[in-house]
């Protein structure tokens, strides 16, 4: 079993930031690679950033790349997401997720409840 618990969603200002927060627990969570992903009202789920079990390859959406950082404490099994220059645009629920191998290929196999982003404009 992979549980993920996601925190620090809230309503910030346009251009404001905000640090997403994911405690993953299991005692494999350093073997799997991590993403972010986000889901507003009435549109699909999409991606927005990917971590590799050791931090060796990151991936951003088009949309957020330059903006958002996703980062990583194995030692504290800890999955983050810094959104820097929000827009209105960002307004989401934002999901954390585990992909059950090494490596963000695929569809991740475990999610987490979500937490809510609104930006105000």
């Known amino acids: 079993q992979v549980q993920l618990v996601e925190s620090g969603g809230g309503l910030v200002q346009a251009g404001g930031s905000l640090r997403l927060s994911c405690a993953a627990s299991?005692?494999?969570?350093?073997?799997?690679?991590m993403g972010w992903f986000r889901q507003a009202p009435g549109k699909e789920r999409e991606f927005v950033a990917a971590?590799?079990?050791?931090?060796?390859?990151?991936s951003y959406a088009d949309s957020v790349r330059g903006r958002f950082t996703i980062s990583r404490d194995n030692r504290e099994n800890m999955l983050y997401l810094q959104m820097n220059g929000l827009n209105p645009e960002d307004t989401a629920n934002y999901y954390c997720?585990?992909?059950?191998?090494?490596?963000?290929?695929?569809?991740?196999?475990?999610w987490g409840q979500g937490t809510q982003v609104t930006v105000s404009s």
């Open positions: 997720a585990a992909y059950s191998r090494p490596n963000f290929s695929g569809t991740p196999g475990y």
């Open positions: 299991g005692r494999t969570f350093s073997n799997y690679a």
């Open positions: 971590i590799s079990w050791n931090a060796g390859s990151i």
